[in-house]
């Protein structure tokens, strides 16, 4: 018998919706899910087949905060299984237990919190990149030896670290529209979840990151 399963995360900051769906069915087949690993990969291990629930929620830095919630989870009948990168909680309930959330403003409320943050984590990339972009700018002057090619690549790179958390946002938006009625699922998200299109909404990125940087790239010339 296999000891473990892994499957690749959709993403739990775009999809944890869909990913509780698959987490769901994985526990029907009698796999447990267990925890994220760094690369991605969500961790299953063997057990007795079960109707069980789960849900994601993103909760804020302020510890006491975040305690006082799985306080309020826990008594609900919620209970937290894992946690992911210190703010991602997965939590397991029997099938009749009522639904985490209790209506659509806090159900958004949670959205744009989660959206907020992961921006924020890159925001660094700004700074970062326009070191890079000085280096490429002036290395030639400063380092004649430097073949052209290293330049045009240190400009290029510089271009995209700086419009990356501006990139973030703008997918955010486009995501926000592709599925505006998010909020509306909130007792129900696997309805939600089950009109998710993964491979369409990777496309539509691609084309949107492949404009992107074909523009970075001819201006970084």
């Known amino acids: 018998m296999r000891k473990r399963r892994y499957l690749p995360s959709l993403g739990i900051s775009f999809y944890p919706e869909k990913?509780?769906?698959?987490?769901?069915?994985?526990?029907?087949?009698?796999?447990?899910?267990?925890k994220m690993n760094q690369l991605g990969l969500m961790v299953?291990?063997?057990?007795?087949?079960?109707?069980?629930?789960?849900?994601?929620?993103?909760?804020?830095?302020?510890?006491?905060?975040?305690?006082?919630?799985?306080?309020?989870?826990?008594a609900a009948g919620w209970q937290c299984v894992y946690v992911f990168g210190?703010?991602?909680?997965?939590?397991?309930?029997?099938?009749?237990?009522?639904?985490?959330?209790?209506?659509?403003a806090t159900y958004q409320e949670k959205i744009k919190l989660q959206e907020h943050f992961a921006v924020r984590q890159v925001?660094?990339?700004?700074?970062l990149g326009l070191l890079v972009l000085f280096s490429g700018f002036t290395g030639a002057r400063v380092f004649p030896?430097?073949?052209?090619?290293?330049?045009?690549?240190?400009?290029l790179l510089g271009y995209l670290l700086v419009?990356?958390?501006?990139?973030?946002?703008?997918?955010?938006?486009?995501?926000?529209?592709?599925?505006?009625?998010?909020?509306?699922?909130?007792?129900?998200?696997?309805?939600y979840a089950k009109g998710q299109q993964v491979w369409r909404d990777t496309l539509i990125f691609a084309v949107f990151g492949g404009i992107i940087g074909l523009a970075v790239a001819i201006f970084a010339r």
């Open 19 to 34: 990913e509780v769906l698959r987490i769901e069915a994985m526990r029907r087949k009698g796999w447990r899910f267990v």
């Open 44 to 74: 299953f291990e063997p057990c007795q087949p079960a109707e069980k629930k789960y849900a994601i929620d993103f909760l804020a830095e302020d510890p006491q905060e975040a305690a006082d919630f799985l306080e309020l989870y826990q």
């Open 86 to 104: 210190k703010h991602y909680y997965y939590f397991e309930a029997d099938p009749e237990t009522p639904a985490l959330f209790s209506d659509a």
């Open 123 to 127: 925001w660094y990339l700004i700074p």
């Open 145 to 155: 030896f430097l073949d052209e090619g290293v330049v045009a690549m240190l400009k």
């Open 163 to 191: 419009l990356w958390p501006f990139m973030m946002v703008a997918m955010q938006k486009i995501f926000a529209l592709l599925y505006r009625r998010r909020k509306e699922h909130f007792r129900n998200p696997t309805t």
